[in-house]
């Protein structure tokens, strides 16, 4: 259940630091726990979470408190994500890697970043009805996408949108204050919309290594929040998770085998294959899939040889590994680094 599921108390903290110490009680109501605990747990659970932001919307003096809290937070609010989202290579795959990984973060909400056209979409639902307090987490998740495109783009970018599904609170006018660009209400959905090609312009703070490293820590973190019977998204995010750590040196080149994984989601290799198939997916075609993945983005950094990348993915030479590569994109890697 995602009542149970593990989630930062990094935003508790900052709401306890924020309110008066005699009210603080009030703030941690029916959850539990206690400041001692929030001062030595990296984790609450989502349902605590949840109640903290319902007890803080009570005890709230001014309506936009949620704005004001999203106001509060920074990129060490945010751990490996918020870092793996500055060192990405684009703005795209900056978005890109908030979406995929916000839930370790935000276990009760779902995220999508997707393309329609000439756009692409930062899209916020939640997990579950969270009635009036659904407006409160737009409002600071949206204010994380907001703040995050204006450190890479370093000002207000043109064609971008923040879109809110609810009609104008009472105290609209206060957003002009929180978000930098500009926003409409009553919309579809509750995101960002953005035009694609600002998704292609380069982060300031990228850097691969710490870029690699992050997202490896937010893998580890996402399969705490997986749903245990959804054997496609565990296998995914465990080959990813490889072929990540390859990049940090700490994995060697071997690609892992239909039994190792089994073995690491303990079940035994003839039940994974069972899963998969009532997914309608199969092991071979998911570890391709994340070889194929893996080579497109080594081949974009000078730094590794097609040989070492045919290494990296496990093929005994560079001529398998070139043979796959053109099955792949039609092409060779040579070739295609050249485009």
């Known amino acids: 259940m995602i009542d149970d599921l593990p989630t930062p108390a990094t935003y508790t903290r900052v709401l306890l630091q924020s309110t008066p110490a005699k009210d603080r009680a009030r703030l941690l109501h029916l959850t539990d726990l206690h400041e001692e605990f929030l001062s030595s747990s990296s984790s609450i659970r989502a349902d605590q979470q949840i109640q903290v932001f319902r007890n803080a919307q009570k005890m ?99 064609g971008i949108k923040i879109m809110l599904s609810y009609p104008a609170p009472a105290y609209a006018d206060n957003y002009a204050r929180f978000f930098t660009a500009p926003y409409e209400f009553s919309q579809a959905f509750s995101g960002v919309e953005l035009p694609s090609g600002l998704c292609q312009v380069p982060c300031p703070l990228h850097d691969e290594q ?28 465990l080959l990813a998770a490889h072929y990540e750590y390859l990049e940090t040196g700490t994995k060697n080149g071997e690609a892992p085998t239909l039994e190792s994984v089994a073995g690491t989601l303990c079940m035994s290799p003839r039940t994974l294959i069972r899963q998969l198939a009532a997914q309608d997916s199969g092991y071979r075609e998911m570890l391709e899939k994340a070889q194929k993945d893996t080579a497109s983005r080594l081949l974009g950094q000078a730094r590794y040889s097609v040989y070492e990348i045919a290494m990296l993915l496990g093929y005994s030479d560079a001529a398998n590994f070139g043979r796959a590569f053109r099955r792949w994109f039609g092409m060779a890697p040579s070739q295609y680094r050249r485009q």
């Open 210 to 237: 710490s870029y690699v490293a992050s997202l490896a820590r937010c893998r580890l973190a996402l399969a705490e929040v997986i749903d245990p019977t959804d054997a496609v998204s565990r296998v995914r995010n």
């Open 60 to 158: 709230a003096t001014r309506p936009d408190w949620a704005l004001s809290l999203g106001d509060q937070l920074n990129v060490n609010s945010h751990g490996s994500l918020g870092f793996a989202a500055l060192s990405a290579p684009t703005l795209g795959k900056s978005l890109e890697t908030l979406a995929a990984f916000a839930r370790i973060r935000a276990p009760y909400l779902s995220f999508k970043f997707e393309q329609s056209q000439d756009r692409f979409y930062f899209n916020v639902e939640p997990e579950f009805e969270l009635g009036d307090l659904e407006i409160a987490l737009d409002e600071i998740v949206l204010q994380i996408v907001d703040s995050l495109i204006t450190v890479v783009l370093g000002t207000r970018g043109p």
